[in-house]
């Protein structure tokens, strides 16, 4: 394809998609949204899509309550249109999740309460699954041993650096005061370890919102839901879910940067268009001639005459 702009093409694309919180027998959750329709839509949108992602990246609260019947419908929708599509997946654990029936379901191992933590290998972009869940509870922790972990795994560089994928996200919430109580603990510790090396960025959820910040200067990029979303503007209400604004997040990764960008979940009425079979006119074009047809305002397409 034709580069249009200044910039190389992405080395990798991957999808990061959080919460999905799917139920056994496929119950709705809170008998009113209906998780695995909203992360089958979202499945399509991201197989019919140009965007070709090289991995799927879950970061958890894949099952609502642990159960192996949700693991399998899981793995019964991702992973067909992910061998559909040459992807990998990437699971993460989530504090709704538990870690036995995770491991059995997802990658048919003995059911283990031991951490959750894996390496994966996307031409050449490293991805870690940190585990950052306590059994029993919902915030989030890493022992000695899991930061120990990690710190050796980055020892060694990988050849396009490493993105650390991870359920409760190394950031302050300042829109949720109660979700405070819930964060990932003593993020400090989980900052000395990725500073200073490859790890590009680091993807989360947990929050069912979008957000974005730092650690130790990386770029933290946390992904909304599939499931439900939180009303951040909602009035007298310490937490307000939503069955709306479900989305999903696409990192692109250039040579010296990230690019995350959020793709709303759904089909929304198209108020405007411009039609894929122009492709091979623009391509056929000089520079200067499609700077002359598409960024002059005074051009016959500026003005409406896209005909």
Partial sequence: MTQLGQHPAPSHAIAHISD???LAGNRRLYDA???????????????????????????????????PDAYARLRGLVEPMAERMGAQVVWVMGNHDERAPYAQGLFDEPGSEAPQDRVHDVDGLRIVSLDTTVPGYHHGELTDDQLGWLADVLATP??????????????????????????LREQDRFARVVEGTDVRGILAGHLHYSTHSLVAGIPVSVAAATCYTLDLSAHDRLLSGVDSGQSMMIVHAYPDRLVHSLVPVGEPAEVSAFPDRHRATIEAMTPEQRVEMFSSKTSPFNMGERG
């Fill in 20 to 22: 999905t919180h799917l």
């Fill in 33 to 67: 949204v209906d998780t695995q329709a909203n992360l089958e839509r979202a499945l399509r949108q991201l197989e019919r899509s140009d965007i070709h992602p090289q991995a799927l990246v879950f970061t958890g609260d894949l099952a609502d309550l642990g159960e």
């Fill in 158 to 183: 990988a050849p396009h650096g490493t993105l650390v994928a991870m359920h409760h996200p190394p950031v302050p919430t300042p829109l949720l005061w109660a979700m405070d109580m819930l964060e």
